[in-house]
């Protein structure tokens, strides 16, 4: 019974023409394009995808990406060219409010540093300093001057105090002289180098190679590379960021607008048909073996029960009428034996 039943079923019913003849009558293109209705499909979908990415984006600190980076910046910021495009980047810096917030920064930055008693120290020493410059120079009364106690306590502490002021001022007032000075010598430069003032671009280039001979870039590039390693993990492991929603977004209309395509369409489904009957055939066998593995893994009793759940009411509706006809023929032939005695 369990062989002829998986004779059935995998040669007749279910055989590789069978399902092929099915296939010839769906459009799978279609039914993508109603799952992909769904947020949490396109999701599900995105979910292989970010986890490439998230493999790919462990390679931003290996070391040889760190010295790749390192040697990329050094080699942009030495040819960056000195142009009035820069000239005019430099102005559009000057006028905007992030200018404002970073002198700002600097201001409070100075006005503390002013108030350091390490900073008086400093200006002590520098007093001495003069004086002992200028009396080898010749002059006798201002070293006399700045030698003494009173005279290097009353300056450093007069200068310290209106820097503080002024400093502090700078900090709460957007319209103070020194912010304005340092904004209107800004504008100015970037005007210098607009017109292409060769002291102005020779200025720039000495800052640029002052600042790329002293600067350590590597532990820069490092720690700027794990930063970004440990955002993009963070976005991506959150559906709801929007990281991950670009990618879903992105995802979901590639394939829409790869399907919009009739030509697409219909060449995606004959590839999705083709697919699946090359599948079949070569694993139609699994059919018999999974309808055999099943039927016997159940006992006699069992695939009893289950054939009389199924077709109980017909077997019933068999011994009927093979009670009435065996009947009928008993009769029969009882009639026949006596009108033949």
Known sequence: MIQGIVTTVENNWLSPGVIAKRLEGVTPSQWVIEWLQDPEHVARIG?????????????????EVVEFSERAITRQLRELPIEPTAARWLGRAADS?????????????????AERPRTAQELHWWLMRSARALHASGHRVVPFLLRRKVVQRTIVEAALRYASAELRGAV??????????????????????SNGDPAAIAQVERVREALLESLETAPLVRRGLGRLRQQIEEELDDRESRLSKMIDQKLREAILTFLEDPAHRASFDRWVRATAVDLVRRHHHQIGVTIREN???LTDDQLVEQIESR???????????????????????ALVRIFTS
């Open 97 to 113: 409010p992030a200018a404002g917030e970073a002198l700002r920064s600097a201001a409070l930055s100075l006005k503390n540093l």
């Open 172 to 193: 709460d007032d957007a319209d103070h002289p020194l912010r304005q000075f340092a904004v209107d010598g800004l504008r100015r430069f970037a005007a210098r180098l």
């Open 295 to 297: 039927l016997e893994s």
């Open 47 to 63: 979910d292989p995808l970010r986890d490439v990415i998230r493999r790919l984006a462990r390679f931003l600190t290996e070391e």
């Open 311 to 333: 077709v109980g009411a017909d077997l019933q509706f068999i011994r009927l009428n093979g009670a009435v006809v065996g009947g009928l023929i008993g009769v029969g032939l």
